[in-house]
């Protein structure tokens, strides 16, 4: 079966797992001289990045379906952060039941190879009438918008990632639709802790210190060297941007290609990042939740691939429709 992953995704998983063996050992070692509290919390961010790798392998691993299950299971608990920190969850409780209903419908038509282009609209006109149907006018356009909002960032968006299946196989090269997936969420991950590391180390100046404070110009610069650099690497490999690439512009080779998207992959998941910390900060929040040890919750995870994951989607559309 085409959606089961091939030898170079088992190959690219295997490494990633190694990459991931290999931080841990070092970051064990650098915590042994850190403030007790510190490397607690960081301990315990390592022990959630080997859960959510396994989790991704394991999804990976069943094909299409796997990937589908993943993906809905942190959709809904993103959305249900959302509504519990911005007060959707007790405002409007049966558009909140309309929002899971929708994801779980947008989940299965991409898993059975189907997609609803019309599902957005249906959405809002749904969203729209039931609020008024109500009777409750108060905060109509705040709670319709919210709930459209939410919807679009934590699911419709997200859901991309799904949509590499739905992709002509000429796309893939060898390594399948779960390879362009795989890409997608190394390169998406590799960003933000490129950013987060970088801006650390040498970060001085702030970008939207109002908004979240800890991102630095020279966070930003870094992730984006990092990402294209790996996007000139994993591209080739991961997906069809090799020899069998179809015709590019002139002067453009499947190499600068795959730097140039991921350069835009970084840019995108940087303003993923300060747009789910804008919501935050409404809320007068710090995380999500504390469902992932060291790490928030969901939305403080997913935060970069409501942005990454459209536009990786429709770089490789446009790269199979040339």
């Given at each position: 079966?085409?959606?089961?992953?091939?030898?170079?995704?088992i190959?690219?998983?295997?490494?990633?797992?190694?990459?991931?063996?290999?931080?841990?050992?070092?970051?064990?070692?650098a915590?042994?001289?850190?403030?007790?509290?510190v490397a607690?919390?960081?301990r315990?961010?390592?022990?959630?990045?080997?859960?959510?790798?396994?989790?991704?392998?394991?999804?990976?691993?069943?094909?299409?379906?796997?990937?589908?299950?993943?993906?809905?299971?942190?959709?809904?608990?993103?959305?249900?952060?959302?509504?519990?920190?911005?007060?959707?969850?007790?405002?409007d409780?049966?558009?909140?039941?309309?929002?899971y209903?929708g994801?779980v419908?947008?989940?299965?038509?991409?898993?059975?190879g189907?997609?609803?282009?019309?599902l957005?609209?249906?959405?809002?006109?749904?969203?729209?009438a039931?609020?008024?149907?109500?009777?409750?006018?108060?905060?109509?356009?705040r709670?319709?918008?919210?709930?459209?909002?939410?919807?679009?960032?934590?699911?419709?968006?997200?859901l991309?990632?799904l949509?590499?299946?739905?992709?002509?196989?000429?796309?893939?090269?060898?390594a399948?639709?779960?390879?362009?997936?795989?890409?997608l969420?190394?390169?998406?991950?590799?960003?933000?802790?490129?950013q987060?590391?970088?801006?650390?180390?040498?970060?001085?100046?702030?970008?939207?210190?109002?908004?979240s404070?800890?991102?630095?110009?020279?966070?930003?610069?870094?992730g984006i060297?990092?990402?294209?650099?790996?996007?000139?690497?994993?591209?080739?490999?991961?997906?069809?941007?090799?020899?069998t690439?179809?015709?590019?512009?002139?002067?453009?080779?499947?190499?600068?290609?795959?730097?140039l998207?991921g350069s835009?992959?970084a840019?995108?998941?940087?303003?993923g990042?300060?747009?789910?910390?804008?919501?935050?900060?409404?809320?007068?929040?710090?995380?999500?939740?504390?469902l992932?040890?060291?790490?928030g919750?969901?939305?403080?995870?997913i935060?970069?691939?409501p942005?990454?994951?459209?536009?990786?989607?429709?770089?490789?559309?446009?790269?199979g429709?040339?």
């Open positions: 079966m085409p959606d089961l992953p091939t030898p170079r995704v190959a690219t998983v295997a490494a990633m797992l190694g990459g991931l063996a290999l931080g841990s050992v070092m970051r064990l070692v915590l042994r001289s850190a403030e007790p509290d607690a919390r960081r315990a961010s390592l022990k959630t990045w080997w859960l959510l790798a396994l989790l991704l392998t394991l999804a990976i691993g069943f094909g299409r379906i796997g990937v589908a299950l993943l993906l809905l299971f942190a959709c809904v608990l993103a959305f249900r952060e959302y509504a519990r920190i911005t007060g959707l969850d007790r405002s409780r049966p558009g909140t039941a309309v929002v209903g994801t419908v947008h989940v299965a038509q991409l898993a059975s189907c997609d609803f282009g019309w957005p609209v249906a959405m809002l006109l749904i969203l729209g039931l609020k008024a149907a109500s009777g409750k006018t108060q905060n109509y356009l709670t319709v918008a919210g709930l459209f909002w939410g919807w679009t960032v934590f699911a419709y968006a997200p991309h990632a949509r590499l299946y739905l992709l002509p196989e000429r796309v893939f090269g060898v399948g639709p779960s390879g362009a997936l795989l890409c969420l190394i390169l998406t991950v590799s960003n933000d802790i490129g987060a590391l970088i801006g650390r180390r040498i970060g001085r100046r702030r970008i939207a210190p109002t908004v404070p800890r991102k630095t110009w020279e966070g930003f610069l870094g060297v990092v990402t294209a650099l790996l996007g000139l690497v994993l591209l080739p490999i991961l997906t069809a941007l090799g020899p690439t179809p015709p590019l512009p002139s002067g453009i080779t499947p190499s600068l290609l795959g730097a998207l835009l992959l840019v995108s998941g940087f303003f990042d300060i747009n789910v910390s804008a919501i935050k900060r409404e809320a007068g929040v710090k995380d999500g939740s504390r992932l040890p060291g790490q919750g969901v939305i403080d995870r935060d970069s691939l942005f990454t994951a459209p536009v990786f989607y429709y770089s490789l559309r446009w790269l429709e040339r």
